[in-house]
C-alpha cells in the first residue's frame, strides 16, 4: 500500500470503497494489480493521512493523479477541482458508456477527473471489456 495505515483505517477504506478504485471503479480483479491508497488533498498540499483524505485508488488513477487536487474542464475550459469521493457521489459527476467499459464525465468535475486521471487509458479499457464479456456490470450504475 506505500501508506501505513491502522487495522481500524484500512477496514473503513475497504467499508466506504467496497475493493474498488474510488476514481475509476476498477476492481483488483479487473486490473490484476492491487488498490493503493491515494491522498484526495495529496501531501504536498497539506492533505493528512486519514479516513477523509484517504480512498483506495488502482495504480494508473493513483499515478496519473499525482500531486493533482485540480484540472481543467475539456467542455469549457475552466479549472475545476477533482472528484472527491469522501465529499461527492460518484453518481453526481460519472456514468458508464452504453458498454460499460468506458467512464463518461458528467459534471466539469467529472469531465476534469476523467482526463486527469486517464479514467479511459486503453489498458484498463481493454480489461473492461473482457469482464464484461463474462457477465461483470459495474459496481455503480
Not at 474498488?20 to 494489480?33: K, L
Not at 458498454?99 to 459534471?107: A, E, F, P, Q
Request: aromatic letters at 8%.
Amino acid at each position: 500500500m506505500g501508506v501505513r495505515l491502522s487495522v481500524d483505517l484500512q477496514r473503513r477504506l475497504i467499508e466506504a470503497d467496497d475493493h474498488c478504485c474510488a476514481y475509476c471503479q476498477t476492481r483488483t480483479a479487473n486490473s490484476g494489480q492491487p488498490l493503493t491508497v491515494d491522498h484526495i488533498v495529496p501531501v504536498s498540499q497539506g492533505g493528512a493521512t486519514r479516513f477523509d483524505n484517504l480512498c483506495f485508488a488502482c495504480r494508473q488513477c493513483n499515478e496519473f493523479k499525482g500531486a493533482q487536487s485540480a484540472s481543467v474542464d475539456p467542455l469549457t475550459g475552466e479549472e475545476t477541482s477533482l472528484f472527491n469521493p469522501r465529499q461527492e457521489l460518484w453518481e453526481t459527476h460519472f456514468s458508464w458508456d452504453d458498454s460499460n467499459t468506458r467512464v463518461v464525465g458528467l459534471t466539469a468535475v467529472g469531465r476534469a477527473t476523467v482526463i486527469a486521471l486517464n479514467m479511459n487509458n486503453e489498458v484498463v479499457v481493454q480489461a473492461r471489456h473482457r469482464w464484461v464479456a463474462v457477465g461483470w456490470h459495474p459496481p455503480r450504475q
